[in-house]
């Protein structure tokens, strides 16, 4: 345990980040199992909406660094491939 006061200050800083973290990153999860759920069933409308809302959440998670930027946009790019791998059977 710490015991000089700036220390002990990092220490309560680092949980209140590791908890908002931990919040973004459950947000992510459950977004992008839901475009999971909609591409299994062969919704390409949906699929499109929820790509728009996972990309500004991938890129707000990149920008105040809870992810990597280089995962943000593997990520991007993983979900619009299998997007674009529905698509010509939806139309």
Do not use: W, Y
Not at 7 to 32: C, F, H, I, P, Y
């Amino acid at each position: 345990m710490p015991r000089r006061p700036a220390a002990l200050k990092s220490l309560r800083q680092d949980k209140k980040r590791g908890l908002r973290n931990k919040a973004v990153k459950s947000r992510l999860r459950t977004e992008r199992s839901k475009f999971d759920r909609m591409i299994d069933r062969g919704d390409a409308e949906e699929a499109q909406r929820q790509l728009d809302l996972l990309s500004r959440l991938l890129q707000r998670a990149a920008v105040r660094n809870v992810i990597h930027a280089n995962k943000a946009a593997r990520l991007q790019a993983q979900c619009q491939g299998r997007l674009n791998g529905i698509r010509p059977a939806a139309d």
